[in-house]
């Protein structure tokens, strides 16, 4: 079979300060000096951390602090880094409503971008789709733990939600989602999660026993997202765990400890029906840019994944400023 890498990235928030930043500064500013880090993959997945559509109004139906909505020309900044894939499992597709939600898709849909994990329907938001590269097929679905009260239903616009819970009805819904895929032909299976709160640096055990019970179903690539700094890097029992991704491009004030600034570009080589090596290259957000981290930088992130990926089953080596795991047959 033949190999192929994915690309995964932290959180993408085009809207706010970013949004006005593309106005001024093209769809390309965003991206910084990573394009050709990006290109080294065949398919490039993301969270899609806002809503693009200048359609609808704010959700006011619960509490909400943060709305983040880009112009509908920020569908070329995807374009222009070649993204194939995002997920609107998250807890900002329906910052201003089914309107605009179902405008953004429409959107992604005649530029070509597939997506996943929110709709008019549960159907629709559930239903996962096939990516396809030369010969291999590539299954995406995309669930989010929050927030409940956005989860669609037969009649209802919404988000494909998914408590956090290694009980048998959550993950009755993964393992449909992972036959479908399979039936569809897939070759390899990911799940894209937005999940748990903010500023958290590792996992906790329930979050932990559910990534891996998923992977047991047949997810060879869990892409968790949502923390808003990157945790632990996991292989269990051949397949990969990226419990939390970070962030990739936002307007964000910086945690001077936890540093939300810092993150990487995690690139995924798929072979012969596995995993055979996982990437990860430092980045820095900085001026509402990504960039390829310097070597002091690097040496600081890099370090820090190190630590939290200490306890978990991932034997990185260094090489340049990247970090490298090579998961054995």
């Avoid at 222009?80 to 089914?98: K, Y």
């Avoid at 080589?269 to 995993?275: F, Q, S």
């Amino acid at each position: 079979m033949t190999a192929v890498i994915l690309a995964f990235t932290g959180d993408v928030m085009l809207g706010r300060l970013v949004n006005r930043v593309l106005t001024f500064d093209g769809y390309q500013y965003v991206w910084g000096d990573t394009l050709d880090t990006l290109r080294e993959a065949d398919l490039r997945l993301i969270n899609l951390e806002c809503v693009i559509s200048d359609k609808g109004s704010k959700w006011t139906t619960t509490p909400k602090v943060f709305y983040f909505r880009a112009n509908p020309d920020a569908t070329f900044t995807l374009l222009t880094a070649g993204i194939n894939f995002v997920s609107n499992a998250n807890n900002h597709s329906l910052d201003f409503q089914e309107e605009a939600l179902l405008d953004m898709l429409n959107r992604l849909d005649q530029n070509g971008i597939a997506h996943t994990g929110a709709g008019q329907n549960l159907a629709y938001a559930s239903k996962p789709v096939i990516l396809r590269k030369r010969d291999v097929n590539i299954g995406v679905v995309a669930f989010a733990d929050y927030p409940p009260e956005w989860a669609a239903t037969e009649n209802r616009a919404g988000i494909n939600y998914l408590p956090v819970d290694a009980g048998e009805q959550a993950l009755k819904s993964v393992e449909q989602s992972v036959k479908s895929m399979r039936a569809a032909g897939a070759d390899y299976v990911i799940l894209s999660m937005h999940w748990g709160p903010n500023m958290r640096e590792f996992p906790t055990e329930e979050f932990q026993m559910f990534a891996r019970a998923v992977a047991d179903l047949g997810v060879d690539v869990f892409f968790g997202h949502s923390a808003h700094i990157f945790q632990c890097v996991e292989v269990h029992n051949g397949r990969l765990i990226l419990y939390d991704t970070g962030d990739f491009v936002d307007d964000y004030a910086v945690d001077l400890d936890l540093r939300n600034d810092q993150s990487f570009l995690y690139l995924v080589t798929l072979e012969d029906g596995r995993i055979s090596e996982v990437r990860l290259v430092p980045v820095l957000i900085s001026n509402f840019q990504v960039n390829l981290a310097t070597v002091s930088q690097a040496d600081d992130i890099c370090s820090k994944m190190l630590r939290r990926s200490r306890a978990f089953n991932a034997q990185f080596t260094r090489e340049g400023e990247r970090l490298i795991l090579r998961v054995s047959k």
